[in-house]
């Protein structure tokens, strides 16, 4: 596709229930990012991808957090026993990595998570 | 690491106003520094960026930012502020060659007329 794709757009969830999340991001681009979107919490990074190298995820805010990304393209970010303070917007993005001076992040339009 | 501090979560001005929206960054090498607006119910865009060549830096929509390597600053201006720029900005930074990206917690800019 022409940018970042999110699904879903819109995720209510119980307590307690695990949720996933996933990016495609822009084709070619090697670097792909997940960050959280709180009210006054501005963009928390969780996790960053970089082509085959070990992912950086010490964003990660608990252990009931984890993403993965297949095959250098679509990332999933899991939630495991969804906690209420996990509501919050998250925003996946990607780059081509060409190594800082060229980084422009290109962003999905995010999952709206709430936990009831 | 490399950090941002954007001081003022919240910053108002007259249409026709200047706008100044500050950042500050802490990176242990030279880091390259962006700044992202997120319009009303839209994702976050690429306003400009840092990346050297010259520290004052021009984007999108009349934006323009300079670096100051002594003040670790790189704030973003705009000589007269117009109503469609009501939107929350962010400054960003990533370090040497990694492209991670850290964000500021955001300013959201008001325009009254």
């Known amino acids: 596709g022409a940018g970042v794709s999110q699904s879903p757009s819109n995720k209510v969830t119980e307590k307690g229930k695990d949720v996933e999340l996933r990016c495609d991001p822009i084709s070619g681009h090697t670097a792909l990012y997940w960050y959280r979107q709180s009210l006054g919490q501005g963009l928390e990074f969780l996790i960053y991808f970089q082509g085959n190298s070990a992912p950086d995820k010490s964003g990660l805010p608990s252990d009931r957090f984890s993403a993965e990304r297949t095959g250098g393209s679509v990332s999933t970010l899991t939630i495991q026993r969804t906690q209420q303070e996990d509501s919050a917007v998250y925003l996946c993005?990607?780059?081509?990595?060409?190594?800082?001076?060229?980084?422009?992040?290109?962003f999905g339009q995010g999952t709206r998570l709430t936990v009831v | 690491a490399q950090s941002v501090t954007q001081l003022g979560s919240h910053v108002s001005v007259s249409e026709g106003a200047l706008v100044l929206l500050r950042c500050n960054y802490s990176?242990?090498?030279?880091?390259?520094l962006f700044w992202y607006v997120q319009y009303p119910n839209q994702g976050l865009q690429l306003l400009l960026k840092?990346?050297?060549?010259?520290?004052l830096v021009k984007g999108i929509n009349g934006f323009e930012a300079e670096f100051k390597k002594s003040e670790t600053s790189f704030h973003l201006t705009k000589p007269s502020a117009h109503m469609s720029d009501a939107a929350e900005y962010f400054c960003a930074v990533s370090e040497g060659n990694t492209d991670k990206l850290i964000f500021g917690t955001g300013t959201r800019l008001q325009v009254f007329p």
């Open positions: 840092y990346t050297s060549a010259a520290t």
């Open positions: 993005a990607s780059s081509l990595a060409s190594g800082g001076w060229n980084t422009e992040a290109f």
């Open positions: 990176s242990s090498v030279p880091p390259y």
